[in-house]
Each structure stands twice: as C-alpha cells, then as structure tokens.
C-alpha cells in the first residue's frame, strides 16, 4: 500500500509556473509507477504525464510536453510535477497517483492503483 498527498496548488497567472509536489508514503514507493493527472471542472480525469518505478524516461500527454516535467526521488518518496508556460484552461484539481506504466511507446499511459486527494491549480487570465 502507498498512501499520496499532494501539495504545491495555488493561483497563477497564464504563463506562469507551479511546481507540484507528491509525497508518498509505504516501503513500496519505489516499486511503483508514479504520475499526474488533473480534473477540470466537469470534465473528466486525464492523464497528464508518468515516470516509471527507475525514473526512466517520462511520458506525457500531447497537451503538456515540453511544458511540464515529471520527477521522482525515491530516496525521498517524491515525486514532483513542474508545470510552465501554463494557460487558463488547465485549471484543474491535480492528482498524484501510483500505478503502473501500461502501452507502448509512444502511447505510454499511467494504470492508476492508487490516488492521492487532488491540488486544485488555477490559470487566471
């Protein structure tokens, strides 16, 4: 079991950054997939980008690459999210999760096992 809590949420400008943190707790986290999603309001929950259990090469949607940039330090049970160049239309509660890295490059997708409670970001305009 792993357990998830999110931080680093807040209001920004468009164009701004935010750099999502995810702690993680259990012996496990670094057996794990780790990865973001978000939920905009009445839309449903997307995969936003994933890193493998060894840190290896990240995966993210098409919607955020070369914007944001997905981490982990499993000596610390980190995992953290820097988003720039946001826009107002990613406003949206982030979730951390943990899981495991399903489909082949360059369709490589986050399975959720696990989620934290969500941060909320807002992209003023």
């Known amino acids: 079991q792993v357990q998830l809590v999110e931080s680093g949420g807040g209001l920004v400008q468009a164009g701004g950054s935010l750099r999502l943190s995810c702690a993680a707790s259990g012996r496990t986290f670094s057996s794990y997939a780790m990865g973001w999603f978000r939920q905009a309001p009445g839309n449903e929950r997307e995969f936003v980008g994933g890193?493998?259990?060894?840190?290896?090469?990240?995966y993210y949607a098409d919607s955020v690459k070369g914007r944001f940039t997905i981490s982990r330090d499993n000596a610390k049970n980190t995992v953290h999210l820097q988003m720039n160049g946001l826009k107002p239309e990613e406003t949206a509660v982030y979730y951390c999760?943990?899981?495991?890295?399903?489909?082949?490059?360059?369709?490589?997708?986050?399975?959720?096992?696990?989620w934290g409670q969500g941060t909320l970001v807002t992209v003023s305009s």
């Open positions: 890193i493998s259990w060894s840190g290896g090469r990240p």
């Open positions: 999760a943990a899981g495991v890295m399903v489909g082949v490059p360059p369709s490589v997708r986050l399975q959720p096992d696990h």
